[in-house]
Nanobody
Framework: QLQLVESGGGLVQPGESLRLSCAAS????????MAWFRRAPGKEREGVSA????????YYLDSVSGRFTISKDNAKNTVYLQMSSLQPEDSAIYYC????????????????????WGQGTLVTVSE
């Protein structure tokens, strides 16, 4: 069964950090590009970051570039999103997703390019 399970969300204050994890099962993350999306209240889901199957290339949304880092551990079949200097506007449900094609290139993550999704983990940044 193809599955993604996110964890690591929570309530933090502005300026603090969180690390999200996405554990994959039923496939190997070293064959697929992986991405993180988020959906803030009242907004559409947007692509935040993506990483190639090799882990050599990554993409970041402008608003998170320099603050977020995507990585993967093929041995653990897990993808991570390290988030630093969090701001209230980062509050959202964060979703992990698998590219629909093996070894896909990454750029701005588009919803239709990803076919397996996790259930999401809530990140709230507030005083």
């Amino acid at each position: 069964q193809l599955q993604l399970v996110e964890s690591g969300g929570g309530l933090v204050q502005p300026g603090e950090s969180l690390r999200l994890s996405c554990a994959a099962s039923g496939f190997s993350v070293d064959y697929y590009a992986m991405a993180w999306f988020r959906r803030a209240p009242g907004k559409e889901r947007e692509g935040v970051s993506a990483i190639t199957s090799s882990g050599e290339n990554a993409y970041y949304l402008d608003s998170v570039s320099g603050r977020f880092t995507i990585s993967k551990d093929n041995a653990k079949n897990t993808v991570y999103l390290q988030m630093s200097s969090l701001q209230p506007e980062d509050s959202a449900i964060y979703y992990c997703a698998r590219s629909a094609r093996p070894h896909a290139r990454v750029g701005l993550p588009r919803l239709n390019d990803y076919d397996i999704w996790g259930q999401g983990t809530l990140v709230t940044v507030s005083e």
